[in-house]
């Protein structure tokens, strides 16, 4: 049998148009010759996520979003199209929607539950979630921080104000008059500096000597205490130490009533005596002063002794 031209044609144009649906399909992420897994979820908001938008577990795409549907409940229901079936998901596994970047779209990260060992099969629902982007986490962010600049604005309007009410012709002038005068200060302040620059030149020998001198007294302080550190000030402290415990002993046994002295001080008994004694003593000399030729009795002729008269019974 002899194929014409036509049947050639023909063959030739489906063939072309079978293969230019297989590589369109496969361009979107869809191979006709395989059988995907197609799982779900239900999202409040696809924050912009658009079809064949990739589908990733730990950054490897392993699917694209394949359909888009406004479900009866009201949310948007999102039809995955799973092509890699060596990464097992769980039916517990939430499918959040993240933006990789600025420029790039969104997409979906899976994120498995390895505890759950039931694994998702075709037309379950997996756990919705979105994760905040690059953009709305720093719009977030620079929310309260906007806040915070329109009230530094206003204060700040306030403040200019203030001070353009503040600052009136009056206090313009005063204010000149206050700059002029830092002015001359600082004119004086410059002209003081000179003359000290000045003095300094002048008086250059006379400091040059006093720092020698200075040099000098203090080379004579470090030979003072090289001095006093080999006169072993260490020992006579030592030895002061000793003397000051051994006169804090005699005291303590002078408080206690020990010793003589001791006795003295706490004895009333040695008191009284040496009072006594004292008394006698005094009336000893008194009667000395009186009657010397009791004591002292030079005789020629053999003089009867005078008989002896206490003072106080005269």
Same mark, same amino acid.
């Given at each position: 049998?002899?194929?014409? /031209?036509?049947? !050639?044609?023909?063959?030739?144009?489906?063939?072309?148009?079978?293969l230019?649906?297989w590589?369109?399909?496969?361009?979107? +992420?869809?191979?006709?010759?395989?059988?995907?897994?197609?799982?779900?979820? @239900?999202?409040?908001?696809?924050?912009?996520? $658009?079809?064949?938008?990739p589908?990733?577990?730990?950054?490897?795409?392993?699917?694209?979003?394949?359909?888009?549907?406004?479900?009866?409940?009201?949310?948007? %229901?999102? @039809?995955?199209?799973?092509?890699?079936?060596?990464?097992?998901i769980? #039916?517990?596994?939430?499918a959040e929607?993240?933006?990789?970047?600025?420029? +790039?779209?969104?997409?979906?990260?899976?994120?498995?539950?390895?505890?759950?060992?039931?694994?998702?099969?075709?037309?379950?629902? *997996?756990?919705?979630?979105?994760?905040?982007?690059?953009?709305?986490?720093?719009?977030? !962010?620079?929310?309260?921080?906007?806040?915070?600049?329109?009230?530094? %604005?206003?204060? =700040?309007?306030?403040?200019?104000?203030n001070v353009?009410?503040?600052?009136?012709?009056?206090? &313009? $002038?005063?204010?000149? #008059?206050?700059?002029?005068?830092?002015?001359?200060?600082?004119?004086?302040?410059?002209?003081?500096? =000179?003359?000290?620059?000045?003095?300094?030149?002048?008086?250059?020998?006379?400091?040059?000597?006093a720092?020698?001198?200075?040099?000098?007294?203090? &080379?004579?302080?470090s030979?003072?205490?090289?001095?006093?550190? #080999?006169? &072993?000030?260490? &020992?006579?402290?030592k030895?002061?130490?000793?003397?000051?415990?051994?006169?804090? !002993?005699?005291?303590?046994?002078?408080?206690?009533? #020990?010793?003589?002295?001791?006795? *003295?001080?706490?004895?009333?008994?040695?008191?009284?005596?040496? =009072?006594? =004694?004292?008394?006698?003593?005094? %009336?000893?000399?008194?009667?000395?002063?009186?009657?010397?030729? /009791?004591?002292v009795?030079?005789?020629?002729?053999?003089?009867?002794?005078?008989?002896?008269?206490?003072?106080?019974?005269?």
């Amino acid at each position: 049998m002899k194929i014409t /031209r036509e049947i !050639k044609t023909a063959i030739l144009v489906i063939a072309s148009l079978l293969l230019f649906i297989w590589g369109y399909s496969f361009l979107k +992420g869809s191979n006709l010759f395989n059988d995907h897994k197609r799982l779900f979820v @239900e999202y409040d908001n696809v924050e912009g996520l $658009a079809v064949s938008a990739p589908v990733t577990i730990s950054g490897k795409i392993i699917g694209k979003v394949d359909k888009i549907e406004l479900a009866p409940s009201g949310k948007l %229901l999102v @039809e995955l199209q799973i092509n890699e079936e060596d990464f097992p998901i769980s #039916k517990t596994s939430v499918a959040e929607i993240y933006e990789p970047g600025f420029i +790039g779209g969104k997409q979906i990260a899976i994120v498995p539950n390895y505890r759950d060992k039931s694994i998702a099969v075709s037309g379950d629902k *997996l756990v919705a979630g979105v994760k905040l982007g690059l953009t709305s986490s720093l719009g977030e !962010k620079l929310t309260p921080l906007q806040h915070r600049l329109d009230k530094v %604005l206003v204060s =700040a309007d306030g403040l200019l104000t203030n001070v353009n009410n503040v600052l009136d012709r009056e206090t &313009q $002038a005063n204010l000149k #008059k206050a700059i002029n005068e830092l002015n001359k200060t600082l004119s004086n302040f410059t002209k003081v500096s =000179a003359e000290l620059d000045q003095l300094l030149l002048q008086n250059k020998d006379k400091l040059g000597s006093a720092v020698a001198n200075l040099d000098k007294t203090t &080379q004579n302080f470090s030979k003072i205490s090289s001095d006093l550190e #080999k006169a &072993q000030l260490g &020992q006579t402290v030592k030895t002061l130490e000793t003397t000051l415990a051994n006169v804090n !002993k005699i005291m303590t046994d002078i408080e206690s009533g #020990k010793g003589t002295m001791g006795k *003295l001080m706490k004895d009333e008994t040695m008191y009284n005596n040496f =009072a006594k =004694a004292s008394k006698e003593l005094e %009336l000893l000399l008194q009667d000395l002063r009186l009657h010397p030729t /009791r004591y002292v009795n030079v005789s020629l002729f053999g003089k009867k002794e005078k008989p002896y008269i206490s003072p106080e019974q005269k």
